[in-house]
Every structure is written in C-alpha cells, then in structure tokens.
C-alpha cells in the first residue's frame, strides 16, 4: 500500500528552498491536502527543544528533509563551519525527532558530493567512504555522510525507515542567482543574460571550463522523492541523476544560446575547478522504475524564463 494517500501528514523541511519548493509544487499539484511547512523563522531547525516541541505538536507520518545550508563551490569553501555545522544539527534534530514520534517513513535528501573526489565514474553507491572528498566542498560532504549514516543507525537499531536519496547537481526555477553563492548554472544564466542586454563582449567563467558535470532539473527531483518514498525502504544512498554529464565549457555555450548572447567566455583560472567529473550511476533507480524526464536545454529554457519573471517582478516592486 502506497505511504502516500491524499490525507497523509507530511512535513516537508526546507519548502522555501530550491529542492523544497519544486517538492512543494508538486504535493500541491498532486492534492496533497495535509502539507505542514514552517518557515526558518517559524522553526530554527538547528535547536532540538524547539524541533521536538513542533514534532510533538504536529506528529507529521512522513517527513522529507529538504532543509540545508547550501551554496556552490567558492561558498562551500568560504564558509566550511556554517556547511559543516548548520547541516549537521538540521539532520540530527529532524531525525531524532522523527524517531521519538514514530515518523513511520522519512525521506533524507543529500548530494553527489559525498563521494570520493576521484571515484568510479560514474560513480556508484558503494563507492561511499572509499576515499579521500573533494576539498572544496568537504565540511558539506561529512554533514550529507553523517545524515545518510543518521538514518541508517535508526533503520539498524529502532527499525525505523528512513531512506536517503542523492541527487545530482541540480537547477531550476527558485534557484539561488546570488553570483557570489549560487551554482554554476544559475550563475552562468545571470551573467550571460546581464552581459547581453548591456552589449558586453565576454562573460566570466571560473576555472579552465574542463570539470564535467551533471545536471538535475529539480521537478524531476521532485518527481523521484514521491517514487522513492513509495518504492524504497533500504539502507544506504540512492543516486538521482540523468546519466548524462557535460564540461563547464559547454554548459557555458549551451545557456549561451539559451539566452541569446553572442560574446567570449572568458575562463578565470583563478576560481577552483572542483571535483573534474561528478556522474551518478543511476541504474539502481532505473532499475526500479524511474529515469529524469526534462532535457537540459528544456530545463535551462524553463529556469531561464523563471529567471525572467522574477527579475521582472523584483523591477516592478522596485
Ligand atoms: O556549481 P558549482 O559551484 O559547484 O561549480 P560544484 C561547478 C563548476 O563550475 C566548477 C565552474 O568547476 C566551477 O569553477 N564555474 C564556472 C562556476 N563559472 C562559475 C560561476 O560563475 N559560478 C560557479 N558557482 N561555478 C558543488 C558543491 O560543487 O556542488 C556543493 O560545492 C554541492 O557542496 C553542489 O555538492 C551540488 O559542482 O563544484
């Protein structure tokens, strides 16, 4: 029987975030009568009494841990205690929780950067803890290790079923623009989109443009939480990826020809490259039954025209 019926309590943590958001949407769509969602503000998730005060009161039965400190490569390097700390206490306090008020599924979402930096490609699930991470985005990556460790020692010890997906690098609309934090494609889409409509001749692309990469639209992801919370109760991470990877350099040329800017890109040898190539093996889930749905220049023209309206949005409110 599905875990998922029209009445079932969910709380969804993190619903204001890229991936929360896309979840949310999509519950919504679905007719999911019974979503609680608190805003950071409403509910600190890094304070325990305050996380079990809400479980108690609200007693969700199935939980999706979407809420995470998180931010693309420079960010990660910039600030390893906030990527360290932040998530570590979100999944300690959201899992505890879900285990003292008999959460009867959790579903934990983490990253394709907890594997070794220079693991198989693509990289399968059990090459976890196999070797050394990539430094850049290491604090972030024990935190994700931790969480999926988390969920199994509840399986192992108390019978609890909380599963961990990991996604791939994802993008789309309610993605995080700041240039300074944001992820490589959203931070592609901006400059060349600024570059564009003020005539300029080049647009800025960190490292040498060789790092390969793979890319999630994150309804897609959305889509694979809602299969796996239905379809899954095992220990250990799932990959949720495409199966397809692309360099920097044509990603750049591809958002490129999305938004219509015609310059240089100008590779910034100064910025980190990060991990050269980062493809999930994703035939676990294909084998169960899912495979992503959006091309990447389909997603890339939906993100650009979310970016769009925002910017046109954010104009018009001055
Ligand atoms: O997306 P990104 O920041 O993160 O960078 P990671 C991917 C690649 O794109 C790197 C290059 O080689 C960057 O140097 N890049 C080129 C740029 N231009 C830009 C730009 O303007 N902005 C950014 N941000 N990158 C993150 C991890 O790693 O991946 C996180 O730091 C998380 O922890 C996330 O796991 C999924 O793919 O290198």
Not at 179 to 186: A, C, E, I, K, Y
Request: charged share 25%; glycine share 8%.
């Amino acid at each position: 029987m599905s875990i998922l019926t029209p009445d079932t309590k969910i709380y969804l943590a993190g619903h204001r975030g890229l991936v929360g958001s896309a979840i949310h949407r999509r519950l919504e769509n679905d007719g999911f009568a019974n979503v609680v969602t608190r805003t950071h503000t409403e509910l600190d998730l890094k304070d325990q009494v305050a996380v079990r005060d809400f479980f108690e009161a609200e007693r969700p039965e199935v939980v999706i841990l979407a809420a995470a400190k998180v931010g693309g490569i420079l960010a990660n390097s910039e600030a390893p205690v906030d990527f360290l700390y932040d998530n570590l206490m979100i999944a300690s306090n959201v899992t505890h929780a879900s285990y003292q008020h008999d959460v009867k599924k959790l579903l934990n979402l983490g990253s394709s950067c907890i594997y070794p930096k220079f693991a198989p490609q693509p990289i399968p699930e059990d090459s976890l803890l196999t070797g050394a991470l990539e430094p850049t985005n290491r604090a972030y990556a024990v935190a994700k290790i931790a969480a999926i460790e988390l969920c199994d020692a509840y399986r192992q010890q108390h019978g609890a079923d909380f599963i961990s997906a990991m996604p791939t690098n994802l993008y789309g609309p309610g993605d995080n623009f700041d240039l300074r934090t944001s992820h490589v494609l959203p931070a592609l889409l901006r400059k060349m989109h600024e570059a564009k409509v003020e005539r300029r001749d080049a647009v800025e692309v960190w490292g040498s443009g060789t790092p390969r990469r793979e890319f999630l639209f994150v309804d897609d992801l959305a889509d694979a939480a809602l299969f796996l919370l239905d379809n899954v109760s095992e220990p250990g991470p799932i990959n949720v990826g495409t199966g397809e990877d692309i360099t920097i350099r044509d990603l750049a040329l591809l958002i490129a020809d999305v938004v219509g800017f015609e310059g240089d890109l100008a590779f910034d040898a100064s910025k980190p490259d990060g991990t050269p190539r980062k493809l999930l093996d994703v035939s676990r889930l294909r084998d169960l039954g899912w495979t992503a749905s959006t091309g990447l220049r389909e997603g890339i023209e939906a993100t650009y025209a979310w970016y769009l309206n925002a910017r046109g949005a954010q104009g018009a409110r001055g």
